[in-house]
């Protein structure tokens, strides 16, 4: 028994007519009979007696008449006391700016439809300071790579987060066409990069360390001729044609012209993506608004990645 089949045959005793309940709730007459009868089936009596006249219940029909209409008058109670009793606080979440680019206002408009009255506190920076602010309880959430949390330098704070894989992102190298003219490649090789001069974060950055090991396992000593921690500044020194780089997709993502803009082609070595990694404090420290926004994040980088708007990344199993 549904809560509508309860609605539908309230609305018919009140009106005395299958034909005009059906009209007034944008029925069907056949489908409105049909679920009057699974009703009635339901409970093995008849409800209503049917005539040319219309309809009037039985004496089984007015007992469950009275009582239907205090179940929905529950029902909407029910409704009123959760609407009333909406999830509230607040949250503070971490994205890296590559991240941010991508998932930061979906998440942000997420958040807002589904839970208005939780306040979302929202912070960009790089990896491994983020590490440091969620070792120091000063975030809730991050997005967060592999490499930082290997490298981070309290081990014991680190083990006590709640740490969900969330996608891998493909790293492609990146280069103004305005300065280089047409390149051909959708794909390149690490060893193929030996004489390219690079801009790349700097070494404690969680790319960096992934880029480093890559360059290694290739055979190849990278000619970085700058190195800058803001990914903005990154990439307006690539649009300038001072170097290439090596960023996940993601890099690009604010950029409206960026297939005109850039030339990009896929690394395609083995083991040279970054994992993104969704971590919080431990279960037991987060607030029923945390919680929650946990669950939202997952649901846009899903989202995000099944509809393409991530593109280069896929989903951790």
């Not at 549904?2 to 009209?23: N, P």
């Not at 044609?241 to 070595?269: C, H, K, N």
Request: glycine share 6%; charged share 20%; aromatic share 4%.
């Amino acid at each position: 028994m549904e809560l509508r089949q309860l609605k539908y045959f309230v609305r018919v005793v009140e009106l005395g007519s299958i034909s005009r309940a059906a009209l007034d709730l944008n029925l069907v007459q056949s489908a409105l009979s049909q679920q009057i009868s699974r009703l009635e089936g339901e409970l093995a009596t008849r409800l209503l007696q049917r005539s040319p006249q219309g309809v009037t219940p039985t004496e089984a029909g007015v007992a469950f008449f009275r009582e239907a209409q205090l179940t929905l008058r529950h029902a909407d109670q029910a409704v009123r006391a959760a609407q009333q009793s909406r999830l509230s606080g607040s949250v503070t979440v971490g994205l890296a700016p590559t991240t941010a680019a991508v998932l930061g206002l979906p998440l942000m408009r997420a958040m807002r439809e589904r839970y208005p009255d939780v306040r979302l506190h929202m912070l960009e920076s790089l990896s491994g300071h983020l590490t440091t602010m969620l070792n120091a309880r000063q975030l809730d959430l991050a997005v967060l790579f592999d490499s930082p949390i290997r490298a981070s330098q309290n081990l014991q704070s680190a083990r006590r987060w709640s740490v969900l894989p969330l996608l891998q992102e493909d790293l492609f190298f990146i280069s103004a066409r305005a300065h280089v003219g047409k390149r051909k490649n959708s794909s390149l090789k690490m060893v193929q990069l030996k004489d390219e001069r690079l801009i790349l974060p700097t070494g404690p950055h969680g790319l960096r360390s992934t880029l480093d090991a890559a360059f290694a396992r290739a055979g190849v000593t990278p000619q970085v001729v700058l190195e800058i921690d803001s990914l903005a500044m990154l990439m307006e020194a690539v649009d300038a044609g001072l170097g290439t780089t090596l960023q996940p997709w993601s890099a690009v993502a604010r950029f409206a012209d960026a297939a005109e803009r850039f030339y990009m082609a896929r690394i395609t070595d083995a083991q040279v993506q970054r994992v993104n990694l969704l971590c919080a404090l431990s279960d037991d420290e987060l607030s029923p608004a945390a919680l929650a926004a946990r669950v939202v994040m997952s649901d846009c980088v899903r989202q995000l990645v099944q509809s393409g708007q991530w593109t280069g990344a896929q989903l951790s199993v």
